[in-house]
């Protein structure tokens, strides 16, 4: 999945917009976050070619087609909101994710993440204890 940032967007959208047979000059490149081109420089959505300057390669034109038409849309609509979504499905406990933020968990869901955890703790002691 294609992940652009508040600047990488706006830059590699000016490179796209401007078609890939033209060239962002140096001087016109220094008026803006600097940034933006050395990420996509390394994830190969726009190249440097010294006497002319930046373009967007296709690599980049195709990190704007997967941005710009990623479907959103549920495959099944009718199906009920997970508990991440429903209020009536648990007021507590809360699963902490890596970045701290707490999300809500059902007992089942909960019981089954335990579960889930227990078991892999238990085959890794396993493993060591042979």
Sequence with gaps: MTRLSNRQWPMLKMLYDNGSDHYMTIEDAQQFDQRPFRSMLIQGWCAFRPGRGFHITKAGKAAMYEFQSTDIV??????????????????????????????????????????????SRLAGLKQFAQ
């Design 74 to 119: 549920r495959k099944n609509p009718a199906q009920p909101l997970t508990a991440y979504f429903d209020p009536t499905a648990a007021v507590e406990p809360f699963m902490y994710l890596a970045c701290g933020i707490p999300v809500m968990l059902s007992q089942a869901e909960l019981e089954g993440w335990l579960g889930q955890a227990l078991r």
